[in-house]
């Protein structure tokens, strides 16, 4: 069943989301609108536990060919308070890292400035053979936006990101497969169904509540200082899910040999797991322990 917006859609693959960036005659240009669609439909998938993954892609021949430049050299001039405005690219690669289920993006092909920069936070990338991605910033006078200082180096590396988004390039899908900014390049045909299919290898036979964890741990801790922040946080995540039912099935179900139910919910059943403080170290703490006998660290 299809949910349609201005400038995107919402379908279904069963427990699939597929969000459709739906504005082919500008080559699905990024407007403001478009931003805010999505994440309503993000906002709507998260609460919805029917919904697994959810999968981008774009109508017709483009994925996104970036900011829409119909308001020719006023594009980026923003209206302020008194403030800095925040960046429309930013607002939604922040809501795309904060979703609870994974996402996996089918670049259909080319791409450029905010329509490779929101690709950024996805947990995997598919690629099309004619997809182009356009770190073009520099050459219209802007720098890069959307979080993607932050996202892009820890993808390829900060000496390819530097290149990439420096020289403003054009970088084509075999380049971006050798330096691990997508993960598969396929036939156009095969875009969207492999990108289905990588969605459900990521929770097929899954606990949904420990998926939306792991992604969560998997990307904050992707900026921690120190391991110490992912030991509070994988300890939060060990001790709650272990009183849960899902814990429980999962055991029971593999040492019966068999597939397991699992009926915790992302809606209702989600720990908060950041930010929890850690009991002291039974028989002393151990070298290096942040906690209360160490208060210096």
Known sequence: MADTGRVISVDRDDEIAIITLNRPDRLNAFTTEMG????????????????????????????CAGADLGAGASTFELDSDGGVPRDEGGRLTLRIFESLKPVVMAINGPSAGVGVTMTLPADARIASENARFGFVFTRRGLVPEACSSWFLPRLVGLPTALRWTMGGQMVPASEALEAGLVQQVVPPEQVLPTAIATAREMT??????SVALTRQLLWQMAGAPSPWDAHRADSAA??????????????????????????????????????????????GPDTGDPSPAHPDM
């Open 36 to 63: 805010a669609e999505i994440r309503t439909a993000l906002d709507e998938i998260d609460a919805d536990d029917a919904v697994r993954a959810v999968v981008f892609t774009g109508a017709g021949r483009a994925f």
């Open 238 to 283: 060990i001790y709650f899910r272990g009183t849960m039912p899902d814990v429980a099935e999962g055991v029971t179900a593999f040492l019966d040999k068999r597939d397991p139910v699992f009926t915790d919910t992302v809606s209702a059943d989600l720990p908060e797991i950041f930010g929890v403080e850690l009991e002291p170290t039974r028989g």
């Open 204 to 209: 097929r036979g899954t606990a949904a509540v």
